[in-house]
């Protein structure tokens, strides 16, 4: 019967072309795949048969992948016979010859613990694997070809090119998702072969030894932790524990209860038993819950280290060794609970003895967000001592108001091939949600790139990509979702809506306590026309399944037009208002009609937003992703109430000014620096500005980054992001007396050396550094009258820039009042920023992640 079954495969094979394909509708793409002969199309109602797999694996692999294990009574239906390599030898047998034609010779070795081989034929419907997890991966693969309406015979023989294929979903500083959509991403995640899950945990989790720094409406409990690592083992997939263990720990000291476990006021105390006490409770019950052997401690950006009450003792023993003796403390205690300690790479790297104090079994976490031309840096520390590491690469939410998906795609298709190249163990996708409102179905295109990526390194994720993206999570063929996305990413080279940032966002719409709101709206005629393209795109998408992307997608383009619209009609109200033609009563009410359209606007959107996050979301947070909704509707209808209120029959010489009635708007085609790292006020006991330039501590004294400290007189004063929601007047000491001194700290990148005009509008005196050399500590060059009668007069600098990063300091000195300023560049080349850095972009492709 064998010999007999061995000669007729010899003949199938011999008389049957079979040629390699690019675009089988499978994502992740198959290590090697051949297809045959058109057929007539498979039919979507499989059932499940036995072959050489037990009974019980058989209903589990149906129930979970929801393939019929009976055959219908009415509609045709296919037999798929499941069996597992060694339990079967006539199937081993048929498999062993049906591989021949991808030179296998030793397929059950090198498909490994996950991988499978799937046979679709006239003959023969057979999925065989070494394991249930493999058969459950080959499921996945037929059910997207029979979605898709296949119709070819088709040979795949698949495995992973990584081991650990991890998403890891940011749950801490904004959006917390509920138990219910977790459970809907571990299933879409499953059938994309992603095997691991993990959260960034800081405050979130509700233990029973600390129930009590957990947010009352935003958390996990243990209990949900067991049941979703219970629900996640169903699909083949692991939930890895993790808990913030060193820095980023403001939001729990933050409560009196634990405020002196502190090192600072964002910094646990490695020293305090307290702390210690604290940690080792709480990591010992999220190890319990937890299916993975692996844990992540963290322990990245710890900026505060050596800066904390314990710094005479870190200056005493260095910064590696107080960072590894914490490590230390921490592995123990994963050892205990029998999990494998992972930790970020950052602080190692710019410390890298620390690699060489630490137990070598302990996985590196190396990230890196942007599109570098190597990785090497990132990757080599741990290479050279061979030592187990993890590419982390990032889906850039970050302060966005959309991810930048094009520098994620180079991201993950660059930093993943790097770190396969020199052994990863896995890929580690990161989401980070910073800036509090970021909805998880605008992530999903690129949780599938990292999907495929990981799973088949040599993709490289193309056109073709994206073609077997729509089909698999749209179950369409016509590229408009893609399209839309594309379309959409061009907003990132605009100067106003650069790097998709949320500073656009954020800023208020109409002047807010009699203080002058600039609009730079240069840029809005392009972003409505980018805006128009992607909006044309997606009506024609029309997907099939997962409709919550396009909605979401829609919301995030009918957002950017509400803002440009808002800035237009801004404008324009504020322009009739200062300008001095006539206004009659009809007038007003066309104003205000416009006012309460806008306004209509942003409450419809408003509850378009709070109905998607609470699908996703608990409703921790919430109010504060609705802040800007509420402040700009607030804002609307105080100017509305205002515009009622005109006496009917007034001239305009006896209206209330524009700053009384809230529309002291200057339309100004400049670009203003927002942006900056704040620090102070300082009093000088000896009067006149400072001397130091960064801090009077002289290991300090250099360029700053967020969070360092300025040490002034014994006392330290740390720099602070600052962003204006004004459109550019840096007004964050108010109400200064006299003699108070600030200072301003910002980055600008040229590409050549060149100089150039800084102009700054300021009441205030000041001195001004470039490259830590002054420019001027007297009489300006040049002082020009105001851009508008709203806004200061403004004073001119030349600037000596040089090739590549330049450092600029303001040291401003209050008048008693306040130490506001404007900044900006003379200059005709589009000036774009990422926070405090600033670049004259003559390239504006160029990008900058976190």
Known sequence: MIKGLHIWLLFLLSGTALFAVADVPVLPYPQQVKEGKTIAAFSKNWVLKAGGIDLLTLKRLGAVTKHSLLRKKTGLSQLLTLSLTGKNKQIDQMIGQYVQQFDQKNWAEQIGKEGYVLILNQKDQLLVANTERG?????????????AGWKREVYIVDWPSLAHRVVFDDISRGPISKVSYIKE????????????LSFYMEHVVQTKAYPDFAPADGKLTIADIKALSAYAKQYHMELIGSFQSFGHFNNILSLPQYQSMGETSTMISPLDPKARHFLESVITEMCGAFSSNYFNVNCDETFDLGKGKSKKYVDSVGIAKYYADHLKFLYEVLKKNGKQLMMWGDIALQHEEILDLLPKDITYMTWEYGDPATYDKWIDPFVKRQLQFMVCPGILNTNRLFPDLAIAKANINGFIHAGYEKGTIGAYTT????????????????????????????????????????SVAYGTANGAYVSAINALMKLRDLPLTYNMNHEIWWQHILPQNGETLILNNKDVAAGLKIIDAADELLMAAGP????????TLKYIVDRYRLLFDTRTEIAELSGWYQGGTKKSSENVKSKITALQKLKSRYVAMEADFKYKWNRENQPYTLNYALKPYQNRIASLTDLEKKLSGLPPNAVNANWPTATAIGLNVVELDRYYFNYWLLSGPFVNPNHGFPAFLYSEDPDANRPPKPGDFAQFVNKPFRWMKYNTDNGGIINKFKALPADRYVYAFCSVTAEKAMEIPAWIGTDAELELFCNDTSIANALPAQVHAPPSALLPAEKSYNL????????????IRSNGTNAAFTFRLNTTEPVTNHKHKYTINANQNNHEAD
């Open 135 to 147: 058969l459950f991966y080959g499921l996945q693969s037929l059910r997207q070809l029979m979605d």
């Open 185 to 196: 991403q571990i299933q879409r995640m499953a059938s994309l072969k992603v095997n691991g």
């Open 431 to 470: 989401i980070w949600d910073e800036g509090g409102d970021q909805l998880f179905s605008q992530d999903w295109y690129g949780v599938y790139l990292a999907a495929e990526k990981s799973w088949n390194v040599t993709s490289n994720l193309d056109h073709g990509f994206d073609t077997r993206y729509e």
């Open 544 to 551: 099939k399944r997962h409709q919550t992307d396009l909605a």
């Open 800 to 811: 000596p820039l040089k090739k590549g990063i330049n450092y600029i300091l303001l040291k």
